[in-house]
Every structure is written in C-alpha cells, then in structure tokens.
C-alpha cells in the first residue's frame, strides 16, 4: 500500500539549530516527492519539490531536502532554523491520489 | 491575483443538515482535489477531479459528494452530516490533469464542526 512516514510529530529547537525531519514513503510508481508547509492559521504552500535530477533539492527560505532512493527517503534539512519557521510541515508523494504523511510541528523558540 | 477559493471559512451546523462547502479556481487548473485535516492523520483525499464531469473518490469518500460542472469550481456536499466530519477542509488544485509533479494550490480552509 502506498504511504508516507514522517518520524517526528512535534520538535521544538531553538534558533540557529539545525533542522532535520525524516519522511520515508511507499509508493508503486514513478516518485514524485514534495514537501509542504502550514503556518499556524494558513494553508498549505510548497516548500520544494523532486520528479528528477539532483536528488538534492533547494527550496524557499533555506530549506533543502535529499532524495535517498535506496532507504526510500525524502528528509527536510535546514541549518539555521529561525523562529519564524515554527510551523507544521508535511512530507507528500505525488500522483492522482497524492498522499500525505501525518505532519511535524516544528516549534523554533527565540 | 491566482488563487484558491473557498467559502465558507467557519461553519457551524447540526447533524442530518445538507451543506455545500465552494470552492473556487482562477487559474484555468484541471485537477481539483479536497482533503480534510485530522490531528495526527495529516491530510486524507476526499475525492478528486482530473476535467469537467470527471470525478473519483480519493481515500476518505463516505459521506461526502462533489460535481465538476465547470472547469473552475469544485464544491464538496455532505448530504446529511455527522459529528465526525468536524474537521478541517482543503479544497486544492494544479495544472496538469495527472497531478503528479504539479504542485498544489490549496484554499485557506474550512473549519467545520458538525454538532
């Protein structure tokens, strides 16, 4: 069955630390690989996206994320988090029936 | 401005009552799709639309209907609703049919809670 791991409900860091959420999937097809965020009172936007190349990816606001075929993984990195990245984030494969995972609440305290 | 619309934002009702929730695309996208939020369960696809009159259900249907009588809105009706649709609704959209690295738009939500 097709699903998608994310490891971590809730982290709470302080500014400056580095930042990593894990997200494993299951998926049948062709991967496609995303990366959404939630802040607290709005809808979701992307963060960064894969479908090919580089399986490292860069996002918006210094967030970059690593496609690991062999483990089946897609985790979030940042290195420097600030308190304005205190959101929830998901992880999600792609397709007609795209598939999210439960979602991380990352809280950044100042 | 290109977005997702959705209306309403709060809705409170009472089980058994029918209720439409809109939602509205501008920018010509083919795939729609609505999801609810549930603590600790993410989102879970409610059903989706890949063109006008084509709909499919997504992994959560019971309970709910949608039409794609057009190309831009999408609206999701629960015919007699249940304390256990009280969740948190996203319409969403993107630009290719198969929706797979397309990303989604989605609306600001709808906070429903079925007493």
């Known amino acids: 069955a097709q699903s998608v791991s994310q490891h971590n409900h809730h982290v709470i860091l302080s500014e400056a630390a580095s930042l990593e959420l894990g997200c494993n999937y299951s998926y049948g097809g062709t991967v496609n690989l995303f990366w959404y965020v939630q802040y607290p009172g709005q809808h979701l936007q992307l963060l960064l996206k894969y479908f090919s190349g580089d399986p490292l990816v860069k996002g918006i606001k210094g967030f970059e994320a690593e496609f690991i075929k062999s483990k089946f993984s897609f985790n979030l990195r940042k290195p420097s988090v600030q308190w304005s990245d205190t959101a929830e984030y998901f992880c999600a494969v792609g397709g007609f029936k795209t598939i999210f995972g439960a979602g991380t609440r990352l809280f950044v305290k100042a | 401005e290109a977005q997702v619309t959705q209306n309403p934002r709060y809705l409170i009702t009472v089980t058994g009552k029918k209720l439409t929730v809109t939602c509205s695309q501008n920018?010509?996208?083919?795939?729609m799709s609505w999801y609810r939020q549930d603590p600790g369960l993410g989102l879970r696809q409610i059903y989706y639309?890949?063109?006008?009159?084509?709909?499919d259900k997504g992994d959560v249907p019971e309970g709910y209907k949608v039409s794609r009588k057009e190309k831009r809105n999408f609206p999701l009706i629960l015919e007699s609703p249940s304390p256990n649709q009280t969740s948190l609704y996203f319409c969403?959209?993107?630009?290719?049919?198969?929706?797979?690295?397309?990303?989604?738009?989605f609306g600001s939500g709808t906070q429903l809670s079925v007493l």
């Open positions: 639309s890949m063109n006008v009159e084509v709909t």
């Open positions: 969403a959209s993107s630009l290719s049919r198969g929706a797979t690295n397309e990303k989604l738009f």
């Open positions: 920018m010509n996208h083919e795939y």
